[in-house]
């Protein structure tokens, strides 16, 4: 997650280099590999682009899952792991971000844009009954999407109902970090992304520093309309986001959430803005009451 908001890129090439596509691309491909449970990867033509998907799980309920800004399934495992234990669940790479899709990023209204590629996603599955999950950049996504076809919501450190906060201590330690990221510097970056006292992986760390040096990130989307909004108040959903959350202060986003989507904020405690690798038992457990009768863990 690339601190939205602290780059002014409007270029629509994602990789810097063909060779540093090629490397982003291969240590994806080599997480996955690696990963200990049983997926299939596919990829599908969409508006926005060729689109990798990664699927693991089974169950009548599919979680469709949208990472947010500079991460992808690869980086993506702790949460879809332990989503996959409980249910079917489809990580899509976003087009023009770090990862297996393609890196172009869709022209003109970026967002109306990403919301109509979720929709294909969404008809490509064909599942019965389908959860719409997103963090961050993703949950803007998911926002901009249509709800035909999605059973429920579930937002995570949500961009897309407020503008994101960026501090002067964030600031201040992502500048070094884009002008020259080492992992010293991507580390003291994650240590704020995070809530204070979690040790950022070495995965992590060597993730983020691969893709500042050979990719280019992008602003925090803005708030949707309330038109778009207040549509998803026919739809079961559930929005997450964490007690210390340095982009998103609970008070603000709080507010924005009852007012636009007439739900409550669940306040995850003991959190930063990377709930999905810090509090990825508490996200599969919203699934529950958003889903309905038969989601509950098998």
Same mark, same amino acid.
């Given at each position: ?46 508006? !926005? =682009?060729?689109?990798? #998907?990664?699927? *693991? /799980?089974?169950?009548? %309920?599919? +979680? ?86 999605? !059973? =429920?919501?579930?937002? #995570?450190?949500? *961009? /897309?109902?407020?503008? %994101?906060? +960026? ?94 989507? *007439? ?36």
């Amino acid at each position: 997650m690339v601190p939205c908001g602290v780059t002014l890129c409007g270029v629509a090439d994602l990789y810097r280099t063909a060779a540093g596509h090629d490397l982003v691309r291969s240590w994806c491909i080599d997480q996955l590999d690696r990963w200990a449970t049983p997926h299939d990867r596919t990829t599908i033509d969409t508006t !926005a =682009g060729e689109t990798h #998907l990664v699927s *693991a /799980g089974a169950g009548d %309920l599919t +979680v469709l899952y949208v990472p947010g800004t500079t991460l992808n399934a690869a980086t993506s495992l702790t949460l879809v792991t332990t989503l996959a234990a409980a249910h079917r669940v489809v990580v899509a790479d976003v087009p023009g971000q770090p990862g297996l899709s393609v890196g172009v990023r869709p022209t003109g209204n970026r967002l109306v844009a990403y919301g109509r590629w979720a929709d294909e996603i969404v008809g490509h599955l064909r599942a019965d009954r389908l959860i719409l999950a997103g963090h961050s950049l993703g949950a803007a996504i998911a926002l901009a999407a249509g709800t035909p076809g999605v !059973a =429920g919501l579930l937002l #995570l450190d949500p *961009a /897309g109902l407020v503008r %994101l906060r +960026v501090s002067p201590s964030v600031l201040s330690a992502t500048l070094p970090w884009l002008v020259r990221p080492t992992p010293a510097r991507t580390a003291r970056l994650l240590g704020h992304l995070h809530a204070p006292g979690w040790q950022p992986s070495a995965t992590h760390i060597e993730w983020m520093t691969l893709a500042a040096r050979h990719t280019r990130s992008t602003l925090a989307p803005p708030p949707l309309p309330a038109s778009s909004l207040r549509r998803w108040q026919a739809v079961p959903r559930a929005v997450l986001s964490g007690e210390m959350d340095c982009f998103l202060p609970v008070g603000s986003l709080r507010t924005a959430v009852r007012e636009q989507l *007439a739900t409550d904020l669940q306040v995850l405690l003991g959190a930063g803005h990377l709930t999905p690798e810090e509090q990825a038992e508490a996200i599969v457990e919203a699934v529950v009451p958003i889903a309905g009768p038969g989601a509950a863990h098998p």
